[in-house]
Nanobody
Framework: QVQLVESGGGLVQPGGSLRLSCAAS????????MSWYRQAPGKERELVAT????????NSANSVKGRFTISRDNAKNTLYLQMNSLKPDDTAVYYCHAKRSWYDYWGQGTQVTVSS
C-alpha cells in the first residue's frame, strides 16, 4: 500500500521557519522524482519545489526561491522542505507528490499557517 505522510506543519510567526517531512512507503522512493505542492484557501494547488531521484537537481517556484529548500534522504525514504523567512502568503496546506510514468501519488497534506 502506497503511503505519503506529511508532518511538521503548524502555526509560525512571520519570519519564522518550519521543516516539513514526507515519509514514503509502499513504492521504490529512490526511483521517483518528488515534489512539494501547496494550496491556499480559495486558490488552485501550485507547485512549490521539485527534486530529481538522486537529489542532484532541484527547482523551486519564484515565490519561494531563496527561502525554501527541497531535499531528500533515499536511505530513509523521506522528502523534506525547509522553509525559512516565512510570510503570511505562505499559508496553505502543503502536499508531497511522487510521479513516475503513469504512477502518481499524493499525501494527505499538512497545514502551515503564518500569522502573528
Amino acid at each position: 500500500q502506497v503511503q505519503l505522510v506529511e508532518s511538521g506543519g503548524g502555526l509560525v510567526q512571520p519570519g519564522g521557519s518550519l521543516r516539513l517531512s514526507c515519509a514514503a512507503s509502499g513504492f521504490t522512493f529512490s526511483r521517483y522524482p518528488m515534489s512539494w505542492y501547496r494550496q491556499a484557501p480559495g486558490k488552485e494547488r501550485e507547485l512549490v519545489a521539485t527534486i530529481t531521484t538522486a537529489g542532484g537537481t532541484t527547482n523551486s517556484a519564484n515565490s519561494v526561491k531563496g527561502r525554501f529548500t527541497i531535499s531528500r534522504d533515499n536511505a530513509k525514504n523521506t522528502l523534506y522542505l525547509q522553509m525559512n523567512s516565512l510570510k503570511p502568503d505562505d499559508t496553505a496546506v502543503y502536499y508531497c507528490h511522487a510521479k513516475r510514468s503513469w504512477y502518481d501519488y499524493w499525501g494527505q497534506g499538512t497545514q502551515v499557517t503564518v500569522s502573528s
